[in-house]
């Protein structure tokens, strides 16, 4: 069971279970809750740096011990970056997934797009009814 601990503040995210740090170029990644249930990251499918992405569409895998599944867009953009190191190391999502474990980077196509995205307390509601 995820804990309030395991939702920092700052961040927003997805019903789909993706975080979001906005700035500039917006970090994405999978929250605590979601690497847990995935279990042993093994692979990790990304879009190319320049690729074009929409809200909600499925811009990748994640693929674990357990299963394989979606990483979908959580705002329009194009792509900025990719953690490149979980290439070689998917299991940084597990370790780390607020931290070297962020998945990539997405330029927003519209800077109010994470006003629509959930709050930590949000979120949390979200996973505690599960």
Known sequence: MSTSADTPE??????????????????????????????????????EVGATVQAGDSIGEIESTKSVSELYAPIAGTVAARNDALDEQPELINTDPYG????????????????SLLDAAAYQQLIESK
């Not at 997805?14 to 692979?43: C, M, N, P, R």
């Not at 070297?100 to 006003?115: E, K, N, V, Y």
């Open 10 to 47: 700052e961040l927003r995210y997805t019903s789909e279970h993706e975080w979001v740090a906005a700035s500039a170029d917006w970090k994405v990644g999978i929250t605590a809750y979601a690497q847990d249930s995935l279990g042993d990251i093994v692979f990790v499918q990304l879009p």
């Open 100 to 115: 070297q474990g962020w998945i990539l980077q997405i330029t927003p196509s519209d800077p109010a797009a994470g006003d």
